[in-house]
Protein backbone atom coordinates (compact mmCIF):
# COMPACT_ATOMS: atom_id res chain seq x y z
CA UNK A 1 0.00 0.00 0.00
CA UNK A 2 3.04 2.35 0.84
CA UNK A 3 3.46 2.52 -2.93
CA UNK A 4 0.33 3.28 -3.73
CA UNK A 5 0.09 5.88 -1.58
CA UNK A 6 3.52 7.08 -2.59
CA UNK A 7 2.39 7.41 -6.27
CA UNK A 8 -0.61 9.11 -5.51
CA UNK A 9 1.46 11.95 -3.82
CA UNK A 10 3.43 11.79 -6.83
CA UNK A 11 0.89 12.13 -9.25
CA UNK A 12 -0.44 15.04 -7.49
CA UNK A 13 2.74 16.74 -6.67
CA UNK A 14 3.10 16.51 -10.43
CA UNK A 15 0.08 18.14 -11.34
CA UNK A 16 0.93 20.51 -9.05
CA UNK A 17 3.99 21.36 -11.16
CA UNK A 18 6.74 19.67 -9.10
CA UNK A 19 9.40 17.79 -11.17
CA UNK A 20 12.39 16.46 -9.32
CA UNK A 21 11.21 13.51 -6.74
CA UNK A 22 13.37 11.92 -4.09
CA UNK A 23 12.44 8.92 -1.58
CA UNK A 24 15.47 8.76 0.14
CA UNK A 25 16.76 11.39 2.71
CA UNK A 26 20.00 9.95 1.24
CA UNK A 27 19.36 10.55 -2.02
CA UNK A 28 18.01 14.48 -1.44
CA UNK A 29 21.57 15.64 0.86
CA UNK A 30 23.89 14.41 -1.50
CA UNK A 31 22.02 16.20 -4.39
CA UNK A 32 22.87 19.31 -5.73
CA UNK A 33 19.23 20.61 -6.91
CA UNK A 34 18.17 23.63 -5.23
CA UNK A 35 14.57 22.56 -6.66
CA UNK A 36 13.15 19.38 -5.14
CA UNK A 37 10.35 17.33 -4.08
CA UNK A 38 10.61 14.67 -1.77
CA UNK A 39 8.57 12.38 -0.52
CA UNK A 40 9.20 9.98 2.63
CA UNK A 41 7.51 7.11 4.63
CA UNK A 42 7.60 8.93 8.42
CA UNK A 43 6.43 6.15 10.58
CA UNK A 44 3.58 3.45 10.92
CA UNK A 45 1.03 3.50 13.68
CA UNK A 46 -1.44 0.54 14.09
CA UNK A 47 -4.50 0.77 16.12
CA UNK A 48 -6.72 -2.28 17.59
CA UNK A 49 -10.38 -1.77 16.28
CA UNK A 50 -13.11 -2.96 18.11
CA UNK A 51 -16.06 -4.70 16.80
CA UNK A 52 -17.61 -2.89 13.97
CA UNK A 53 -18.73 -4.73 11.43
CA UNK A 54 -20.05 -3.78 7.92
CA UNK A 55 -22.29 -6.16 5.70
CA UNK A 56 -21.54 -6.17 1.94
CA UNK A 57 -23.19 -7.42 -1.04
CA UNK A 58 -21.08 -8.23 -3.97
CA UNK A 59 -22.63 -11.06 -5.97
CA UNK A 60 -22.39 -12.93 -2.45
CA UNK A 61 -23.31 -11.44 1.02
CA UNK A 62 -19.98 -11.31 3.43
CA UNK A 63 -19.59 -9.71 6.88
CA UNK A 64 -16.53 -7.83 7.66
CA UNK A 65 -15.34 -7.01 10.53
CA UNK A 66 -13.03 -3.90 11.35
CA UNK A 67 -9.68 -5.68 12.86
CA UNK A 68 -7.24 -2.61 12.50
CA UNK A 69 -6.83 1.30 11.54
CA UNK A 70 -2.96 1.71 10.01
CA UNK A 71 -2.24 5.01 9.68
CA UNK A 72 0.94 6.00 7.70
CA UNK A 73 2.70 8.92 7.97
CA UNK A 74 4.44 10.39 5.28
CA UNK A 75 6.62 13.87 4.74
CA UNK A 76 6.08 15.61 1.92
CA UNK A 77 8.94 17.99 1.24
CA UNK A 78 8.94 21.39 -1.64
CA UNK A 79 12.05 23.13 -1.89
CA UNK A 80 12.94 26.25 -4.05
CA UNK A 81 15.31 29.12 -4.25
CA UNK A 82 11.94 31.27 -5.20
CA UNK A 83 9.34 31.02 -2.16
CA UNK A 84 6.76 32.22 -4.19
CA UNK A 85 7.19 29.19 -6.43
CA UNK A 86 6.99 26.76 -2.98
CA UNK A 87 3.94 28.54 -2.31
CA UNK A 88 2.18 27.79 -5.93
CA UNK A 89 3.15 24.14 -5.80
CA UNK A 90 1.39 23.82 -2.35
CA UNK A 91 -1.27 25.78 -3.06
CA UNK A 92 -2.24 23.57 -6.48
CA UNK A 93 -1.49 20.70 -4.72
CA UNK A 94 -3.59 21.22 -1.61
CA UNK A 95 -6.57 21.50 -4.36
CA UNK A 96 -5.39 18.64 -6.38
CA UNK A 97 -4.91 15.83 -3.50
CA UNK A 98 -8.55 14.15 -2.12
CA UNK A 99 -9.67 14.25 1.22
CA UNK A 100 -9.87 9.85 0.75
CA UNK A 101 -8.41 7.56 -1.95
CA UNK A 102 -10.65 4.58 -3.62
CA UNK A 103 -7.93 1.01 -3.63
CA UNK A 104 -8.38 -1.47 -5.65
CA UNK A 105 -10.14 -3.64 -3.44
CA UNK A 106 -12.75 -1.04 -2.82
CA UNK A 107 -11.54 -0.18 0.38
CA UNK A 108 -11.03 3.86 1.54
CA UNK A 109 -7.64 5.55 2.78
CA UNK A 110 -8.58 8.75 4.51
CA UNK A 111 -5.82 11.16 3.70
CA UNK A 112 -5.29 13.75 6.57
CA UNK A 113 -2.75 17.30 6.64
CA UNK A 114 -1.49 17.38 10.05
CA UNK A 115 0.59 20.82 9.78
CA UNK A 116 2.97 22.84 6.96
CA UNK A 117 6.12 24.37 8.13
CA UNK A 118 8.50 26.57 6.65
CA UNK A 119 12.04 25.63 7.10
CA UNK A 120 14.46 28.25 6.29
CA UNK A 121 18.32 27.99 4.58
CA UNK A 122 19.78 28.59 7.36
CA UNK A 123 17.94 25.93 9.68
CA UNK A 124 18.48 22.31 7.49
CA UNK A 125 21.79 20.98 4.66
CA UNK A 126 19.73 21.18 2.39
CA UNK A 127 20.37 23.39 -0.88
CA UNK A 128 17.05 25.00 -1.60
CA UNK A 129 16.81 29.23 0.12
CA UNK A 130 13.41 27.66 1.67
CA UNK A 131 11.72 24.25 2.16
CA UNK A 132 8.24 23.35 2.70
CA UNK A 133 7.69 20.56 5.01
CA UNK A 134 3.74 18.80 4.87
CA UNK A 135 2.61 15.82 7.23
CA UNK A 136 0.18 13.92 5.62
CA UNK A 137 -1.56 10.75 7.19
CA UNK A 138 -3.50 8.00 5.48
CA UNK A 139 -5.59 5.79 7.60
CA UNK A 140 -6.97 2.27 6.29
CA UNK A 141 -9.05 0.16 8.04
CA UNK A 142 -8.31 -3.39 8.11
CA UNK A 143 -10.74 -5.90 7.54
CA UNK A 144 -11.44 -9.62 7.87
CA UNK A 145 -14.52 -10.86 5.90
CA UNK A 146 -16.49 -13.32 6.68
CA UNK A 147 -18.89 -15.23 4.14
CA UNK A 148 -22.57 -15.83 4.74
CA UNK A 149 -23.93 -19.46 4.83
CA UNK A 150 -27.18 -20.40 3.01
CA UNK A 151 -29.45 -21.98 5.66
CA UNK A 152 -32.15 -24.58 4.04
CA UNK A 153 -35.34 -25.00 6.35
CA UNK A 154 -36.67 -27.92 4.10
CA UNK A 155 -40.19 -28.45 3.60
CA UNK A 156 -41.84 -25.61 1.19
CA UNK A 157 -42.46 -23.11 3.54
CA UNK A 158 -45.75 -23.59 4.60
CA UNK A 159 -46.34 -24.01 8.66
CA UNK A 160 -49.49 -25.31 9.73
CA UNK A 161 -49.83 -24.95 13.40
CA UNK A 162 -51.23 -28.45 14.93
CA UNK A 163 -54.22 -28.82 17.41
CA UNK A 164 -53.72 -30.46 20.40
Known amino acids: MIEIYTNYLKQCLNNAGAKIFYTSLKELET ?43 FQVLIGDINVLKVENIFTKFMSEIDDKLILENGDVA ?33 YKDYPFKDINWGGDGEYVKEKC
Open 31 to 73: SNTSSFTGIFVVSEDLEKAYGKKVIYKNNEKFRRKEKFKRKIN
Open 110 to 142: FIEFSKAEYIDKKDTILKSEITLQIDITFTELI
